[in-house]
């Protein structure tokens, strides 16, 4: 049971790093504390947001793992957490393997079709070169 629990523990922040990436301004904010640090106030000016709506969207970004709060004094300082990022590229980085091998798989069979024509499998032909095309 130990190790369905930790699946459904990393199904859950996937779960909620997706949701919380699926919002605009969610994003925006991300962007804004990636290089450092920023105050609930500094993101609501940068933003043109309120600092409520700022708030709220900090706070979803939180519970999903994508930032973290430090204070500073009284200051409330949001900076990136990778954790959330991670489990998220965990997640799509299991899709590229198939998608790269069907990529690769109909490459392979466009140039098999086209016998094989090492400029068009390589890119270096003139592809204006037999179109009536002049060449520069």
Same mark, same amino acid.
């Given at each position: 049971?130990? %190790?369905? $629990?930790?699946? !459904?523990?990393?199904?859950?922040?996937?779960?909620? &790093?997706?949701?919380?990436? %699926?919002?605009?301004?969610? *994003? %925006?904010?991300?962007?804004?504390?990636?290089?450092?640090?920023? %105050?609930? &106030?500094?993101?609501?000016?940068?933003?043109?947001?309120?600092?409520?709506?700022?708030?709220?969207?900090?706070?979803?970004?939180?519970?999903? !793992? +994508?930032? !973290?709060?430090?204070?500073?004094?009284?200051?409330?300082?949001?900076?990136? *957490?990778?954790? @959330?990022?991670? #489990?998220?590229?965990?997640? +799509?980085?299991?899709?590229?393997?198939?998608?790269?091998?069907?990529?690769? $798989?109909?490459?392979?069979? @466009?140039?098999?079709?086209?016998? /094989?024509?090492?400029?068009? !499998?390589?890119?270096? /032909?003139? #592809?204006? #070169?037999?179109?009536?095309?002049?060449? #520069?």
């Amino acid at each position: 049971m130990g %190790a369905n $629990a930790n699946a !459904e523990s990393a199904a859950a922040v996937v779960d909620r &790093g997706l949701r919380a990436l %699926a919002d605009g301004n969610r *994003r %925006a904010i991300l962007a804004a504390v990636r290089d450092e640090p920023r %105050a609930v &106030g500094e993101l609501a000016g940068t933003l043109a947001l309120s600092q409520q709506v700022v708030s709220h969207h900090l706070r979803v970004l939180r519970d999903a !793992e +994508l930032v !973290e709060e430090t204070r500073d004094g009284t200051r409330h300082l949001f900076a990136v *957490r990778t954790d @959330g990022l991670v #489990a998220v590229r965990d997640y +799509l980085d299991r899709f590229w393997p198939t998608h790269l091998a069907r990529l690769k $798989a109909a490459v392979e069979g @466009g140039a098999r079709n086209r016998g /094989g024509d090492p400029a068009h !499998e390589h890119g270096d /032909g003139d #592809a204006s #070169a037999g179109r009536g095309h002049p060449r #520069a």
